[in-house]
Every structure is written in C-alpha cells, then in structure tokens.
C-alpha cells in the first residue's frame, strides 16, 4: 500500500503562485510514476502533469505548459508542483496519484492509477 497526502493549496489571486507537496509513505516510492490530475466543480478529472520513477522525464497538459513545473525528491518521498502564473481557470482540488506506468500517467488513464491523495484545494481568484 501507499499513502498520498497532498498540502499546499489555498486561495492566491490570478498572476500568483503556489507550490504543491504530495508526500508517499508505504512501499518504495521511486516504484511508482507520479502525476497531479485536477478536477474543477463539474468536469472530469484530468491530468496536470507526471514524471517518470526516476525524474528524468516529465509531461504537462497544454493549458499549464510553461506555467507549471513537476519535479520529485526520490529521497524525501515527495513530489511537486510548482504552479506560477496561475488564472481562474486553474481553480481545481488537485490530486496527486502513482502508478508504475508512466504512460498510464502521461495517457491521463485516470481510472488505472494505483493510488490516490485526497486532494488538495486551489482557488485562483480574478
């Protein structure tokens, strides 16, 4: 088993930035690709972004390319999202999740991912 536990979100007005944790404890974190996924009031949960076991790789949705940055401490069980430059439309609870695919994760297979954090809430304000 592994156990997600997002932090770092809140409430920051457009243009603002925010950065997410997502700390894994169970078995060997460095096992499993990571991804954020979001889900606004309405809509289908969607990936942000993932990253490889090893961090050498990462993947961004269109709408945060260039905004938002994914990176993991393999040593400290955590991953990030750096998220700058942030607009209304980013207003989501974001959720962290593993999986030992990392195409899994970057193919936005929502329903095969082996774990789930409880989310964590963003609210960009205008």
């Known amino acids: 088993q592994v156990q997600l536990v997002e932090s770092g979100g809140g409430l920051v007005q457009a243009g603002g930035s925010l950065r997410l944790s997502c700390v894994a404890s169970?078995?060997?974190?460095?096992?499993?690709?990571m991804g954020w996924f979001r889900q606004a009031p309405g809509k289908e949960r969607d990936i942000v972004a993932g990253?490889?076991?090893?961090?050498?790789?990462?993947h961004y949705a269109d709408s945060v390319k260039g905004r938002f940055t994914i990176s993991r401490d393999n040593a400290k069980n955590t991953v990030y999202l750096q998220m700058n430059s942030l607009k209304p439309e980013d207003t989501a609870v974001y959720f962290c999740?593993?999986?030992?695919?990392?195409?899994?994760?970057?193919?936005?297979?929502?329903?095969?991912?082996?774990?789930w954090g409880k989310g964590t809430l963003v609210t960009v304000s205008a």
């Open positions: 999740a593993a999986d030992p695919s990392f195409a899994a994760v970057r193919l936005n297979l929502v329903d095969q991912m082996n774990y």
């Open positions: 169970g078995r060997t974190f460095s096992s499993y690709a």
């Open positions: 990253i490889t076991r090893s961090g050498d790789t990462t």
